[in-house]
């Protein structure tokens, strides 16, 4: 089945070290989204690829960096992880940037910083 | 900014129907959509609307009304399997999603 896998599932990482999670699809989709969520708050955009373009949200922390490979491939790097990083951390697709393009969501990874 | 609004929780009992309300603010619109999510799970895509009115899929249906910046879903003879999030996300027209908080709805036996 097409798909959006993230891996993995659950990071444990201590406070300052770096940490890199990734996702990958199946869908051959061109846009792909990271956000963050936190508990019982809503999914925040932290940046997304369109293709090789890259576009960051104004109020992303420049701590979030993102590297996308290839069209299966985006990775979500946190240079210096501080408590208030721990959180859900999605990945997404979509098929283009047309407003009635739906999202397709990963399973997510949950980040804990010690 | 963008302002999202939907009650934190609902609960319902199997066989009911439950309606979760949203309204929005937004700096643009260029539609809605419902998700779903389970505990520990991803989102999953319900309904989108662009036009005023009521979309109808199986048990679940969603209206909009662009004039009042409101929208609901309806869900329809509860399952068990319906106790989830359920997520109102708002595109502004920038082909990015703004998302509500979520509304956890429990469905009790």
């Known amino acids: 089945d097409a798909m959006v896998i993230q891996n993995p599932r659950y990071q444990v990482t201590q406070f300052g070290k770096p940490v890199t999670l990734s996702c990958s699809q199946t869908?051959?989709?061109?846009?792909m989204y990271w956000y963050q969520q936190k508990s019982s708050q809503a999914p925040k955009l932290l940046f997304h690829?369109?293709?090789?373009?890259?576009?960051n949200e104004a109020d992303t922390p420049d701590n979030f960096q993102s590297r996308r490979p290839n069209t299966s491939f985006c990775f979500l790097d946190i240079r210096s992880p501080g408590l208030g990083d721990a959180a859900m951390y999605l990945c997404?697709?979509?098929?283009?940037?047309?407003?009635?393009?739906?999202?397709?969501f990963g399973p997510g990874t949950r980040l804990t910083v010690l | 900014g963008q302002n999202i609004d939907q009650p934190t929780e609902m609960t319902a009992t199997e066989g009911a129907i439950v309606q979760i309300n949203c309204t929005y603010q937004t700096s643009g619109f260029n539609g809605l959509f419902w998700y779903q999510q389970h505990a520990g799970e991803a989102p999953t895509f319900l309904s989108y609307?662009?036009?005023?009115g009521l979309e109808e899929k199986g048990r679940f249906s969603s209206f909009l009304s662009r004039s009042k910046g409101y929208s609901y879903l309806l869900l329809k003879e509860l399952q068990m399997k319906d106790s989830a999030s359920y997520l109102c996300?708002?595109?502004?027209?920038?082909?990015?999603?703004?998302f509500g908080a979520g509304t956890t709805v429990t469905v009790r036996a």
């Open positions: 997404a697709t979509s098929r283009d940037l047309e407003a009635y393009n739906e999202q397709f």
């Open positions: 869908l051959n989709h061109n846009v």
């Open positions: 996300a708002v595109n502004r027209g920038d082909y990015k999603l703004s």
């Open positions: 690829y369109y293709d090789k373009d890259f576009n």
């Open positions: 609307n662009v036009l005023d």
